[in-house]
Nanobody, 120 residues
Framework: QVQLVESGGGLVQAGGSLTLSCAASGSIFSINFMGWYRQAPGRQRELVARVLSGGSTVYAESVEGRFTCSRDNAKNMVALQMNSLKPEDAAVYYC??????????????WGQGTQVTVSS
């Protein structure tokens, strides 16, 4: 069984920084992409950033230049460094990864979610 475990998040003042981390564990054969989504109350879940297996990264326009998504392939981890946080960045952040396990089964997995609160 493969799972994603997130850490980080919390309360920060506007303009501050936070780092989220996510580790994939279990019977992993390969990981395609790893990244982060977020969902604010009353809104749809949206892509924040995603790192593909080749290393290229895609960011939402709203976080471009402020957030950095990085991946450690050796550790099956992905991190999201968030700088210059704004109140509108407040949401539950979810790690997401496309994983093939050692049985050959492909899954798009989600972490449990971590709350990011930004005070103005």
């Amino acid at each position: 069984q493969v799972q994603l475990v997130e850490s980080g998040g919390g309360l920060v003042q506007a303009g501050g920084s936070l780092t989220l981390s996510c580790a994939a564990s279990g019977s992993i054969f390969s990981i395609n992409f790893m990244g982060w989504y977020r969902q604010a109350p009353g809104r749809q879940r949206e892509l924040v950033a995603r790192v593909l297996s080749g290393g290229s990264t895609v960011y939402a326009e709203s976080v471009e230049g402020r957030f950095t998504c990085s991946r450690d392939n050796a550790k099956n981890m992905v991190a999201l460094q968030m700088n210059s946080l704004k109140p509108e960045d407040a949401a539950v952040y979810y790690c997401n990864a496309a994983i093939v396990d050692k049985s050959g089964r492909y899954s798009s997995l989600w972490g449990q979610g971590t709350q990011v609160t930004v005070s103005s």
